[in-house]
């Protein structure tokens, strides 16, 4: 079975640094697709990048990107010049490529932000 | 356009009691998920409805837990005899076919008394 484990609870970062938060999976699937959501104190969960296992460049999307290690199944975010809006709870998601289109989560990350 | 939608917002009920959640997806998308987020943890699969297909419950975690989707588009989760341990957010999520990417409606939080 498929696992998804961030094992960072809780990060702090200052304003306008860098942070990377980590998560790890494990899957005998060769095609599948990894994400990174963001949940506000909303609770909207809110899609920042995805990454495609069969691609070898590593996702970016502005001041988010992931650094995606397949044989090491390792897939962190890592967000550069850290905003007040950044501060929420992030999860590490993974899905298969075909067939269940089951979502399989990790327990989370909660970022702070400094000012 | 619209978004996910989830009612209600909050909802309290008495230990035993039975609930009815509800989820109006995105006009259009053929697949839809619940979840669940108990305090400190990770989202939680539940159930995945895809078209007319037969759902993959495998993530109801007892009997006490069932949903249903009419006609393609709206559906209701339903707990039977709520417990304590129930208490949780659940969420909902719409995607378009087997596409990757679904969107999220606000969830409903759950309090069992």
């Known amino acids: 079975a498929q696992t998804v484990t961030q094992s960072q609870p809780e990060m702090s970062v200052q304003e306008a640094e860098t942070v990377t938060l980590s998560c790890t999976y494990d899957?005998?699937?060769?095609?599948?697709?990894l994400f990174w959501y963001k949940q506000p104190p909303s609770r909207q969960m809110i899609l920042v990048i995805r990454q495609e296992a069969y691609k070898q460049q590593n996702a970016t999307e502005n001041r988010f990107s992931v650094n995606f290690q397949k044989a090491a199944k390792s897939f962190s975010l890592k967000i550069s010049d850290s905003q007040l809006g950044d501060a929420a709870m992030y999860f590490c998601?993974?899905?298969?490529?075909?067939?269940?289109?089951?979502?399989?989560f990790g327990t989370g990350t909660r970022l702070k932000v400094l000012a | 356009g619209a978004g996910v939608s989830q009612s209600p917002s909050n909802k309290v009920t008495e230990k035993g009691k039975d609930v009815e959640l509800r989820c109006d997806p995105i006009?259009?998308?053929?697949?839809l998920y619940w979840y669940r987020q108990s305090l400190g943890q990770g989202l939680e699969f539940l159930i995945y409805f895809q078209g007319n297909s037969a759902p993959d419950k495998s993530g109801l975690p007892s009997d006490r837990f069932s949903a249903e989707r009419t006609g393609g588009s709206v559906s209701t989760l339903t707990i039977q005899r709520t417990q304590q341990e129930d208490s949780a957010v659940y969420l909902c999520?719409?995607?378009?076919?087997?596409?990757?990417?679904?969107?999220f409606g606000p969830g409903t939080r759950l309090t069992v008394t």
């Open positions: 899957t005998s699937e060769s095609d599948y697709y």
């Open positions: 999520a719409s995607s378009f076919g087997n596409s990757y990417e679904q969107y």
């Open positions: 006009s259009g998308h053929t697949a």
């Open positions: 998601a993974y899905r298969r490529f075909s067939g269940t289109y089951k979502y399989i």
